[in-house]
């Protein structure tokens, strides 16, 4: 029986960037990797869910229309408790900064699991820019035995923060990874000559009044640029699908789409001229596949891009987004400097470097302690949907960690 590693995964982006480790994971007879979603988001999580060919063992179902951070917080403690009990992981694995990865964490610090954090030491030292993923990093820190860091950035970070340092390792972000493997895929590669720009808006700091400004800025552009068209999948809360669809439904050129799926938003991006988005993710994504990313934050903690070039920071004042839109369009000697591919986040290893580190850890473990292994050991695991309270009501789901 191989170790078993409990990962947790809430949200779309996790499961993109935890999906190669999870392969990886499968393909190593010493590991067994038993997968927990919370579906904190669950439409756009069962899409990469099946594109990756992932089946969970565990399913918390915690979604419901209006979800707050705290109910989200709670209902992740609440409901992998039970899961934790039952499965007696050897090590639990989160990704990034939800509010998912720091109640799975919390939960696994509370039964002394140990944790691994991918994606450590982000920081933009602005403790409500991002909310609330910046306090969920810094605490997830805290919770955490070994830190994955994508960049050497990254790693001083968590260094200074006075993280020991053999706990500290420097392996890429598993985004390259999963990039590779989509294109490896036959995913359509596009040359990005066209006047496309993808844009995505959806983050909380930017709900309301940043949001409407944003919108503002697009109707611009496509006035002020003939041959510009823009297409932007909608994020599914309705605090963004409906003002979005009011100001912008009836806007030649521009083309509002449901949320696609991982695979589609590859396609597009490379596609498209440039990237507009408030998105952590895609400022990696669209360094990998060389398009230029101007982004509608006043922080980012990704400074690699934006020392790179790749990228620049350009807020949500619609008079500053146009502009340096305009400049990309009209100077290309500019959008050259920008539109070149770039490995800052890794070098599409990061999954194995991961899984090795994890093994190796609990292999010392083990030598450590020789009846450890033997002492945790379940029975035979079914895989399950954990509901509510009402005693948690089990209901068989799936068969196995990869389809």
């Not at 409407?212 to 932007?232: F, G, T």
Request: hydrophobic share 45%; with cysteine; proline share 7%.
């Amino acid at each position: 029986m191989g170790f078993r590693i409990l990962t947790v995964i809430g949200t779309r982006p996790e499961a993109i960037k935890l999906a190669p480790v999870i392969r990886q994971m499968a393909m190593q007879p010493s590991v067994e990797p038993v997968i927990c979603v919370t579906a904190q988001h669950r439409e756009m999580l069962d899409d990469v869910l099946r594109l990756f060919e992932i089946t969970p063992d565990y399913d918390l179902d915690i979604m419901k229309r209006h979800q707050t951070a705290s109910g989200v917080f709670a209902a992740v403690l609440e409901r992998i408790e039970p899961v934790i009990a039952e499965v007696r992981p050897h090590f639990a694995l989160v990704q990034g900064d939800t509010t998912t990865t720091v109640a799975a964490a919390l939960a696994a610090f509370h039964e002394r699991v140990p944790v691994g954090h991918v994606e450590a030491g982000l920081r933009t030292d602005r403790l409500y820019d991002p909310f609330p993923e910046e306090l969920n990093r810094r605490l997830t820190t805290q919770l955490t035995t070994l830190h994955f860091a994508a960049t050497q950035r990254a790693v001083d970070r968590l260094l200074v923060e006075g993280v020991t340092s053999d706990h500290v390792h420097l392996t890429g972000n598993p985004i390259v990874d999963a990039v590779r493997w989509i294109r490896a895929r036959g995913a359509h590669a596009g040359d990005g000559k066209g006047r496309m720009i993808l844009v995505t808006a959806h983050r909380r700091e930017n709900l309301g009044a940043p949001l409407a400004r944003i919108c503002a800025a697009l109707r611009m552009l496509v006035a002020e640029h003939p041959d510009v068209s823009i297409v932007y999948p909608v994020h599914p809360n309705p605090l963004v699908t409906e003002p979005v669809r009011a100001a912008l439904g009836a806007t030649p050129r521009i083309r509002l789409l449901p949320p696609v799926s991982y695979d589609e938003l590859l396609t597009y991006m490379e596609e498209a001229y440039l990237v507009l988005t408030d998105s952590g993710g895609l400022q990696e994504e669209a360094t990998v596949l060389g398009r230029p990313v101007l982004i509608m934050r006043e922080t980012t903690e990704r400074q690699e891009a934006i020392e790179a070039g790749a990228a620049e920071l350009v807020g949500t004042d619609p008079i500053r987004i146009v502009d340096r839109v305009t400049r990309l369009l009209r100077d290309p000697a500019a959008y050259a400097r920008m539109a070149t591919p770039r490995n800052l986040f890794g070098d599409g290893h990061a999954a194995e470097r991961i899984v090795d580190i994890i093994r190796e850890f609990l292999l010392a473990t083990e030598a450590a302690a020789p009846s450890a292994r033997e002492h945790a050991a379940p029975g035979p695991l079914e895989k399950k949907t954990v509901r509510p309270a009402q005693g948690h009501t089990s209901l068989r789901t799936g068969t196995g960690a990869l389809g």
